[in-house]
């Protein structure tokens, strides 16, 4: 009975392994939308001639943007303030792309900016709400993305008040993603829930127990946010 | 004779800014009708000016470029403009389709450029087999139901189909059974056996749908009868005898 139950624990386990395996191989696939990319680049050669200091801010936006992704996909671990500069480049490049359609907000619990965070779980759901929340909406619209602390668990927050969820597209590659590593990461004790934005749009809520992933990490001494 | 006319048409004021100059720098007696930021209003564009050529993006939110031809069917010349289509560009150049690639070549603007001066005059060459192809490929008929909402408490949950294991029928609710967690649906069983993708789930039962990859293992009981054990859980499922053929090579 108890080696029955031993077993399947370490069978359990290495599954989890293999999923989280499989998981973070797709997300180094799925790393840059080369549409993002190059879109981003023709608006950067545009603004040259016409807003020099809007070209320079939105290359260094991108500049960030990239040297987080690629620095994200060697590093195990990251923090939540790390994964927030990645969001607030994509953002603000996508607010100069959406010519005034898109605006934004983050918020961080000031405790909460060195607590260790696996790379690249917010940055997905924010994408996905630009891309198919208020991008295909003219009057555009807001993603508010926050971190916050309840009870024992680490809660991330990305909302958006766009057009919501098509009941008939399969969720994407990026969501799933993010509940197959929520999943692997928390050993279950984690969840990646959406739900019906009020008036319109979609909320996704992260929810991880904190102090669970890897050791809190070293507050760096001169860091800002 | 009239000067040309042309519509430029992407979601991204910038980039209809800068093909707006660089197109006028190289061709003059070209006057640009109007820009678009989105399907729909390209084609009232269309249909006021009748411009002679439209340089159309292909990847717009809601009415994608493709689908902007689609309607154009053939009545002015289009050139595609794209910053990133991995199927579109073979097809293009197998079906000799004019595109440009953002950021936009100087060099590639001005071949292009030649090539519709030498021939707007002739009718636009017809585009619709190559555009119905990719319009289908990139955006697939999406028939069947991928989210459930269901009601919990005041909050509306987005419920992934893939993420059910099972769908019980309870009068005439439905419960869906999500690992630990079991939701009410106010949809009835027969209906949301109609939505659901049939390759990824099974109606097993008068009362119950499964979904195939949720199933661990099937068992025989000593009566004859075929049970169903989820992966996650611990819940018998019975399979009534009329859908037993399912789990025949299981």
Redesign the interface.
């Known amino acids: 009975m108890g080696r029955a139950r031993l077993r399947e624990e370490l069978l359990r386990r290495a599954e989890d392994a293999r999923h989280l395996a499989e998981a973070e191989l797709k997300l180094l696939q799925a790393q840059i939308e080369?549409?993002f990319?190059?879109?981003t680049?023709?608006?950067i050669?545009?603004?040259i001639?016409?807003d020099p200091p809007g070209a320079h801010r939105m290359l260094m936006n991108l500049t960030n943007y990239l040297r987080g992704s690629l620095r994200r996909t060697r590093a195990g671990a990251t923090t939540v303030v790390e994964e927030l500069d990645l969001v607030r480049a994509y953002l603000d490049i996508q607010a100069?792309?959406?010519?005034g359609r898109l605006s934004y907000r983050i918020a961080c619990a000031p405790d909460l900016r060195y607590t260790p965070l696996p790379p690249l779980l917010v940055q997905p759901l924010v994408e996905n709400a630009i891309?198919h929340g208020l991008?295909?909406?003219?009057a555009g619209g807001e993603v508010a993305v926050s971190v916050s602390r309840e009870g024992d668990a680490l809660v991330l927050e990305v909302i958006d008040n766009g057009l919501g969820?098509?009941?008939?597209?399969?969720?994407g590659v990026g969501l799933?993603n993010v509940r197959d590593r929520v999943e692997a990461i928390s050993q279950g004790r984690g969840s990646v829930?959406?739900?019906?934005n009020a008036p319109t749009g979609?909320c996704v809520r992260i929810s991880l127990p904190l102090g669970s992933g890897p050791r809190q990490a070293e507050r760096p001494a001169e860091a800002q946010v | 004779m009239s000067p040309p006319t042309a519509l430029l048409v992407d979601?991204?004021?910038?980039?209809t800014?800068?093909l707006r100059?660089a197109l006028v720098a190289r061709w003059h007696e070209l006057e640009v009708v109007g820009e678009a930021?989105?399907g729909a209003t390209a084609l009232e564009l269309c249909a006021r000016h009748h411009p002679d050529v439209v340089f159309l993006d292909v990847?717009m939110?809601?009415m994608s470029g493709l689908e902007v031809a689609r309607q154009l069917a053939g009545s002015c010349h289009v050139v595609f403009v794209t910053?990133?289509e991995q199927y579109a560009l073979q097809a293009f150049e197998h079906a000799a389709v004019d595109y440009l690639?953002?950021?936009?070549e100087e060099s590639r603007l001005a071949a292009t450029v030649e090539r519709l001066r030498a021939h707007l005059s002739a009718p636009p060459p017809d585009l619709s087999s190559v555009v119905e192809a990719l319009a289908r490929r990139l955006r697939p008929t999406?028939?069947?139901?991928?989210?459930?909402?269901v009601q919990?408490r005041q909050?509306?949950?987005?419920?992934?189909v893939?993420d059910v294991d099972l769908f019980q029928a309870a009068d005439k609710y439905t419960l869906a059974l999500s690992g630990a967690n079991e939701w009410v649906i106010r949809t009835p069983l027969k209906e949301l056996e109609a939505q659901l993708d049939p390759a990824r789930f099974w109606r097993v039962h008068r009362n119950a749908i499964v979904r195939v990859a949720a199933v661990a293992r099937v068992r025989r009981t000593l009566s004859g009868q075929l049970q169903i054990q989820l992966r996650r859980g611990d819940r018998i499922v019975p399979v009534s005898r009329a859908y037993s053929h399912l789990f025949k090579t299981m």
């Open positions: 080369p549409h990319l190059f879109n680049l023709s608006n050669l545009q603004l001639h016409t100069m792309r959406m010519g891309r991008e295909p909406l003219p969820i098509d009941p008939h597209r399969p969720p799933s829930v959406l739900r019906a979609v | 979601d991204e004021p910038q980039l800014a800068s100059q930021q989105d990847q939110p809601g910053a990133y690639l953002k950021p936009v999406a028939a069947h139901l991928e989210w459930l909402q919990d909050d509306v949950v987005l419920l992934p893939e």
